[in-house]
T-cell receptor, first 116, second 111 residues
Framework: NAGVTQTPKFRVLKTGQSMTLLCAQDMNHEYMYWYRQDPGMGLRLIHY???????AKGEVPDGYNVSRLKKQNFLLGLESAAPSQTSVYFC???????????????FGPGTRLTVL | DAKTTQPPSMDCAEGRAANLPCNHSTISGNEYVYWYRQIHSQGPQYIIH???NNETNEMASLIITEDRKSSTLILPHATLRDTAVYYCIAPNTGTASKLTFGTGTRLQVTL
């Protein structure tokens, strides 16, 4: 049981390049999330998904797109990378349960992205 | 989400109990209190959550005051590996609840 995995671990892009970050979970969770964390700051939600085929905007969605074609995968795309998108990106997943279960999120190890 | 307030930093000697406070005076009746931690450069890790009653698991204990306006996370025997940033969160329980991570408390465990 690998939990939440992220690919790649590190990446350097030039301004204007595109890339896709992959998040995979093997816990059969319905909900998945993408966050970014800038140095010295807390995590901010970019996009999230409540199930296969659905996505929704979070706190800082501009410049990113997402897709959830399979329940276990959640992709984050940068169409035209900008230096302001230099950050650490974390994916998380959670299950639907009675009461508070929905907020028990499990995080991946992160992807460190630098845009030059 | 209820606003939470935590001290920016704390120190604890290894082997001693670490008591991390959190104020959430605006919490509503159906909002749980969650604690996560983030060890340097790693993804956040769920620790524990509670509503009214005190809770304990293999990682920590959570003490919630009777009026629910504050709580304390207790690491009973802190080790160097517990050095991390600890986040107290009181999210609005609804569909696709989103965690709002503030700046948390940076706990430094020392020899």
């Amino acid at each position: 049981n690998a939990g939440v995995t992220q690919t790649p671990k590190f990446r350097v892009l030039k301004t204007g390049q595109s890339m896709t970050l992959l998040c995979a979970q093997d816990m059969n969770h319905e909900y998945m999330y993408w966050y970014r964390q800038d140095p010295g700051m807390g995590l901010r939600l970019i996009h999230y998904s409540v199930g296969e085929g659905t996505t929704a905007k979070g706190e800082v969605p501009d410049g990113y797109n997402v897709s959830r074609l399979k329940k276990q995968n959640f992709l984050l795309g940068l169409e035209s990378a900008a230096p302001s998108q230099t950050s650490v990106y974390f994916c998380a997943s959670s299950f639907i349960a009675q009461g508070a279960g929905i907020n028990t999120q499990y995080f991946g190890p992160g992807t460190r992205l630098t845009v030059l | 989400d209820a606003k939470t307030t935590q001290p920016p930093s704390m120190d604890c000697a290894e082997g001693r109990a670490a008591n991390l406070p959190c104020n959430h005076s605006t919490i509503s009746g159906n909002e749980y209190v969650y604690w996560y931690r983030q060890i340097h450069s790693q993804g956040p890790q769920y620790i524990i959550h509670g509503l009214k009653n005190n809770e304990t698991n293999e990682m920590a204990s959570l003490i919630i005051t009777e009026d629910r306006k504050s709580s304390t996370l207790i690491l009973p025997h802190a080790t160097l590996r517990d050095t991390a940033v600890y986040y107290c969160i009181a999210p609005n329980t609804g569909t696709a609840s989103k965690l709002t991570f503030g700046t948390g408390t940076r706990l430094q465990v020392t020899l």
